[in-house]
């Protein structure tokens, strides 16, 4: 685990799109609002309950300080302000799953990782999710 490794804190960070920023505070979290006017939504979204379980429990007693923040926004700038913000040495990011849908969204909109690799003065390490060997055909490469 890097953060382990370089004895730094984890901040592990959620971005929805479908919101922006209204207010930031000096932690980097934020209050946020729909982009969709016609949404009467207007409490406050916070971090995945579910997925912030899965991380206390894959990471408990592993000696890491970690956090969770929900972002809003395009999450390549949203990552990339909170990294500035903070101060960050690196940006981790994970993948999807190899489907033909997450194909078509990485060719129309471009991977957040590879927004992220082009627009940092820091490292951004890609963590895979599901690594398909090179003898295989990507999903959306055999459709």
């Known amino acids: 685990m890097f953060a382990r490794h370089f004895q730094a804190e984890l901040v592990c960070a959620s971005v929805d799109s479908s919101r922006y ?5 000096p932690d980097g979290s934020m209050t946020s609002l729909p982009f969709d006017p016609d949404l009467p939504d207007l409490t406050p979204t916070g ?9 206390a429990a894959a990471l408990t007693d592993q000696g890491v300080a970690w956090s ?3 972002l809003a926004g395009d999450p ?6 909170l990294a500035e913000t903070l101060g960050a040495s690196m940006i981790v990011v994970g993948t999807r ?6 194909g ?4 129309f909109g471009g ?5 992220l690799a082009h627009r940092q003065h820091r ?3 890609i963590i895979p999710l599901a690594p398909v060997p090179f003898d295989d055909a990507l999903p959306w490469e055999s459709a």
């Open 21 to 25: 920023m209204v207010s930031e505070s």
């Open 47 to 55: 971090f995945d309950p579910r997925l912030e379980a899965r991380l």
């Open 68 to 70: 969770t923040l929900a």
């Open 76 to 81: 390549a700038r949203a990552l990339g302000h």
């Open 97 to 102: 799953e190899p489907t033909a849908r997450h």
């Open 104 to 107: 078509l969204q990485s060719f």
């Open 111 to 115: 991977s957040v990782a590879v927004h």
């Open 123 to 125: 490292p951004v390490v």
